[in-house]
């Protein structure tokens, strides 16, 4: 696989990643990887405030104790569990705020979701802002393990987020690993190692055992892996041996895969038959609304949706709707489906109408919208969608050029699609000439009136291409160029004659063989000619204009 | 000057004097020479242009450069082709390497290799290409497009067409862009002229063949925005054959 094969990232490791990093494919080993955001009720507090400077802030659950505390607040002395009161009395100066806690689970949701881009298997844990990924098998998308968590966390960063990501042989050792560094990758088999000096605390045990463990001067994870595991069985049991191995990274707990939400689904029956015009805008726009509304509350934008009418005929009529982009703007789903309806008429009146997300993806972060793209998207596609119904599918199209050697061949007419780009570097972009104003040239050359020789040349030139070529009349000289030629708008001796240009070919299906030739006439008309060197005949392939 | 408009120019300074026009905004085709002329230093946006000559006159690749410069500024281009003929530049200019896995060169063709200097590929994400069945089709999809004023220029290419758009299609289209950023600029080869027409910049456009090779006459027949004034002669960069 080749090393250069990913685009350097801006937060890239100083050091290479070692080899025996390197994504193992086809191997059995398993490997998982961690997201762990720290502080998870704060960062997402944060987020939400677009990452404002702020006072010394704790945030308090639904049972009024504090959850979580920003560092200031903590060195005010301010600790998770305490109530307000003792907080307050210990920080006065402390601001309290509210956790939202189902915002926040929304918005872990819409995580795992973007983090599905990732890994087919994502587990979103029950720890807040903690989420696995099967990291086994992708050697063939990344050249290295190091190299995939970075890609995680630069997503990540993306959101608004910091987190810290490892790669392990298990869950809990790449949970663990995450406290080494904010990228870091366990190699194979070395789990025990790594994990040695990490603390104690980081087990799940029980109270009485994490106290026996203190008190018996255990601190780190190799204390305990250090300790003989027939000692430990005689004297902690199961409990022992079950946190002995999980300290040697042995955690055999599958990973529990995060099902996508159910979509959402919304539905109108009518009191009468509904015919097709301009009141079914109406009911368009009302089931558009409710169904933007369920899907905005659960943190995703529509990708695609589908509207099932029942009719007065007893037939049912399914319409696909697909927005060039996940979408929460009910008014363009409503539109893009009135749109289909238009170009779809009816045979019978409405009864029963039915709008269901079929497919949704993580919102966006609003922030983030007002970069996109220069103007309104929705207006663009919406207009596209228009001149589709005027038109046809097949004559709004978008040229992509063909590696072909026959010149009729290199272009393939595809369906415009108005898509959300990414914005445009503002420094590609041509800067305009400065200083000039209503001009005053009168026949001077270009050449002559522009001496830094920007901007001095025609550097494209228009060809109109006939498609499929015309026949013309040609009279050749003794070596065969032409001197003379008519076409359908000029005709005459020839002023200039540039070739041949020969190409040929597809001798196995259907072979061809032609000399091009760019000829002018004495006026200025331009065209380009070929001979069919097998059929010995002329023929007009475009118009220069 | 008499003195009425002495006082008059005296009292309101705004009042038109001919060197004192307005700030216009405008898109430029990338060309110097040729953006010198025009009011603005382009086309004036929200505004109507027209590019008429002879057929095979030209006016195509002065179009073509627009196309250009408003895809290189990140902006949404438009070709309602009604003769259906428009094909982008590099499909046929400069040649085509084949891709990978695609058979060798076909025997005795020359090197399929893009020419040094030949510009690049047109931004094909961002250019629409629509084809009319007719001119009423061509009119109503310039109608859409520019009502809904997220394209920064529209083509409407009525080389061959009937006859012209009704000078009332001329004064709604002109209202719907007028306080857009939308250039709408019409190509054909007699002028669209009918009374009170709302088109702003009107240039003839003819191809020259001098003994220094191939050049485009563009000359200004009608400005709005500025005395009409001017030609300039643009040569070709590459007057090579094309090739095939």
């Given at each position: 696989m080749p090393e250069n094969s990913t685009p350097p990232l801006p937060f890239a490791p100083s050091t290479p990643p070692a080899t025996s990093t390197a994504v193992p494919t086809g191997t059995p080993l398993r490997r998982v990887a961690c997201v762990r955001i720290p502080a998870p009720h704060l960062a997402f507090y944060l987020r939400a405030r677009r990452g404002a400077a702020l006072p010394p802030t704790a945030l308090l659950d639904e049972a009024g104790l504090v959850r979580a505390a920003s560092r200031e607040a903590r060195q005010a002395g301010v600790e998770p569990g305490m109530t307000r009161k003792q907080a307050e009395a210990m920080a006065p100066h402390v601001r309290f705020d509210a956790l939202d806690p189902h915002a926040e689970a929304a918005e872990w949701e819409r995580l795992a979701l973007l983090l599905g881009r990732f890994s087919?298997?994502?587990?979103?844990?029950?720890?807040?802002?903690?989420?696995?990924?099967?990291?086994?098998?992708?050697?063939?998308?990344?050249?290295?393990l190091r190299e995939y968590l970075a890609h995680i966390r630069f997503t990540l960063q993306g959101e608004g987020y910091q987190p810290r990501v490892a790669v392990a042989g298990s869950r809990f050792a790449a949970r663990a690993a995450t406290h080494l560094n904010e990228i870091h990758v366990v190699p194979p088999g070395r789990d025990p190692v790594a994990l040695a000096p990490l603390p104690l605390a980081l087990l799940p045990l029980s109270p009485g055992l994490r106290e026996t463990f203190a008190a018996l001067g255990l601190r780190a994870l190799g204390d305990l892996t250090a300790i003989p595991v027939a000692e430990l069985e005689a004297r902690?049991?199961?409990?022992?041996?079950?946190?002995?191995?999980?300290?040697?990274?042995e955690d055999p707990t599958p990973l529990r895969p995060f099902a996508t939400p159910e979509l959402a689904a919304v539905e109108l029956a009518l009191d009468g038959p509904l015919e097709q015009g301009d009141a079914v805008r109406f009911l368009l726009a009302n089931l558009a609304n409710r169904l933007i509304d369920i899907l905005n509350r659960r943190g995703l934008a529509c990708e695609e949706a589908r509207l099932v009418l029942r009719l007065d005929d007893r037939s049912e009529q399914t319409l696909a709707i697909e927005p060039a982009a996940p979408t929460l703007s009910a008014r363009l789903l409503a539109d893009l489906a009135f749109l289909a309806l238009e170009r779809?008429?009816?045979?019978?009146?409405?009864?029963?109408?039915?709008?269901e997300a079929a497919r949704a993806g993580a919102a966006a972060p609003d922030q983030r919208v007002l970069f996109v793209e220069r103007g309104d998207p929705d207006r663009a596609e919406l207009a596209v969608a228009r001149l589709r119904n005027l038109l046809g599918d097949e004559a709004v199209l978008r040229p992509r050029r063909v590696a072909a050697w026959r010149p009729e061949q290199r272009v393939r007419w595809e369906e415009y699609q108005e898509r959300r780009l990414p914005p445009r570097d503002p420094s590609s972009f041509r800067r305009p000439r400065e200083g000039r104003t209503a001009g005053t040239f009168t026949s001077r050359s270009a050449v002559e009136s522009d001496a830094d020789g920007a901007g001095r040349f025609l550097r494209d030139e228009g060809l109109r291409l006939c498609a499929p070529p015309l026949p013309v009349q040609v009279r050749v000289d003794a070596g065969g160029r032409p001197v003379w030629?008519?076409?359908?708008?000029?005709?005459?001796?020839?002023?200039?004659?540039?070739?041949?240009?020969?190409?040929?070919?597809?001798?196995?299906?259907?072979?061809?063989?032609r000399d091009y030739y760019r000829i002018d006439w004495p006026g200025g008309a331009g065209a380009w000619i070929f001979l069919d060197r097998l059929a010995n005949a002329w023929y007009l392939h475009g118009i220069y204009d | 000057m008499s003195a009425t408009a002495e006082q008059l120019v005296t009292l309101h300074p705004q009042v038109y004097r001919g060197d004192a026009l307005p700030p216009v905004r405008a898109l430029g085709t990338g060309i110097a020479a040729l953006d010198g002329l025009l009011p603005g230093g382009g086309f004036p946006r929200g505004r109507i242009a027209e590019l008429h000559g002879p057929m095979a006159g030209g006016r195509m690749t002065l179009a073509l450069h627009l196309i250009r410069h408003a895809l290189d500024r990140g902006e949404r281009a438009a070709v309602v082709d009604l003769p259906g003929t428009f094909v982008p530049p590099e499909t046929w200019n400069g040649g085509m390497p084949p891709a990978q896995g695609e058979p060798d060169a076909p025997r005795g063709t020359a090197a399929g290799r893009a020419p040094a200097g030949s510009?690049?590929?047109?931004?094909?994400?961002?250019?629409?290409?629509?084809?009319?069945?007719?001119?009423?089709?061509?009119?109503?999809?310039?109608?859409?497009?520019?009502?809904?004023?997220?394209?920064?220029?529209?083509l409407l290419d009525l080389t061959g067409a009937p006859r012209m758009p009704s000078a009332a299609w001329l004064q709604r289209v002109g209202s719907d862009i007028?306080?857009?950023?939308?250039?709408?600029?019409?190509?054909?080869?007699?002028?669209?002229s009918p009374l009170g027409s709302p088109i702003t910049l009107r240039l003839h456009v003819q191809r020259r063949l001098t003994e220094a090779g191939r050049a485009l006459r563009v000359r200004v027949a009608k400005n709005k925005l500025a005395p009409p004034e001017g030609s300039v002669d643009l040569p070709f960069a590459s007057p090579g054959v094309p090739h095939a």
């Open positions: 087919p298997t994502v587990e979103k844990a029950e720890e807040a802002g903690v989420f696995y990924l099967d990291a086994h098998g992708l050697g063939r998308l990344y050249p290295s902690f049991g199961r409990e022992g041996i079950e946190a002995v191995r999980l300290a040697q990274g779809n008429p009816l045979p019978a009146p409405i009864l029963h109408a039915r709008l030629c008519q076409s359908a708008w000029a005709w005459g001796p020839l002023a200039r004659v540039e070739g041949p240009e020969r190409i040929g070919g597809d001798w196995w299906s259907t072979p061809y063989e | 510009p690049p590929d047109l931004d094909a994400e961002r250019l629409l290409i629509g084809r009319p069945a007719d001119l009423q089709q061509a009119l109503r999809a310039v109608g859409i497009l520019t009502r809904s004023r997220q394209w920064g220029l529209v007028r306080s857009a950023d939308t250039v709408l600029l019409l190509l054909h080869a007699r002028p669209v």
